[in-house]
């Protein structure tokens, strides 16, 4: 098993362009989820998703747009990027409850 | 709501132990985590208790659980340079819904040969 994989690994962005960070997982994983981190900060959550076809917002969502169409991927959007968003961001997917497999992280960079 | 609090630093000599702590709010807490941070890398889960336990050992690692006064430890027997990390503390809060993890900053632990 591949666990969790997300790409790119780092990626510099102007101000209002858009991107979408991949994130697949091929444990049969149920629930899957986004985390920005920042120093200081910890880990926030940004979206999440219990199943395919189903997403719920997290604690920092605004700026950001998830789908799931399958149970393997969970694609982050960001639709018009600004420095704000300059973090390093997790993808992480469960099976049961907080046993949280995590991603190597997407480093971003926005100018 | 939940908040999860932990100290940002910790430095330790080699072969000595390592108590990293977190206070947690959410006495509904069913789990509570300890994840790992190497430089560069994503989060590694170390060990988790249940909020009905008291201890938890395994290895190297002890987990103390004091659910009165909402705190959290973990202990690292014989510190080793390679356990330099970043350390989390995390909790899922019971009830429907409850399938996010409130994270705590996290500690950076420095192992000093």
């Known amino acids: 098993n591949a666990g969790v994989t997300q790409t790119p690994k780092f990626q510099v962005l102007k101000t209002g362009q858009s991107m979408t960070l991949q994130c697949a997982q091929d444990?049969?994983?149920?629930?899957m989820s986004w985390y920005r981190q920042d120093p200081g900060m910890g880990l926030r959550l940004i979206h999440y998703?219990?199943?395919?076809?189903?997403?719920d917002q997290g604690e920092v969502p605004n700026g950001y747009n998830v789908s799931r169409s399958t149970t393997e991927d969970f694609p982050l959007r960001l639709l018009s990027a600004a420095p704000s968003q300059t973090s390093v961001y997790f993808c992480?997917?469960?099976?049961?409850?907080?046993?949280?497999?995590f991603g190597p992280g997407t480093r971003l960079t926005v100018l | 709501g939940e908040d999860v609090e932990q100290s940002l630093f910790l430095s330790v000599r080699e072969g000595d132990s390592s108590v990293i702590n977190c206070t947690y709010t959410?006495?509904?807490?069913?789990?509570l985590y300890w994840y790992k941070q190497e430089p560069g890398a994503g989060l590694q889960l170390l060990t988790y208790?249940?909020?009905?336990?008291d201890m938890k050992q395994d290895q190297r690692l002890t987990v103390l659980l004091n659910k009165k006064d909402k705190h959290l430890s973990l202990r690292i027997a014989d510190t080793q340079t390679g356990d330099s990390a970043i350390y989390f503390c995390?909790?899922?809060?019971?009830?429907?819904?409850?399938?996010?993890?409130?994270f705590g900053k996290g500690t950076k632990l420095s192992v000093i040969p």
């Open positions: 998703s219990v199943g395919a076809g189903i997403t």
């Open positions: 992480a997917s469960s099976l049961t409850l907080g046993e949280q497999f």
């Open positions: 959410d006495s509904s807490s069913t789990y």
């Open positions: 444990m049969n994983h149920e629930y």
């Open positions: 208790i249940f909020s009905n336990m």
């Open positions: 995390a909790e899922t809060p019971s009830g429907a819904g409850s399938y996010q993890l409130t």
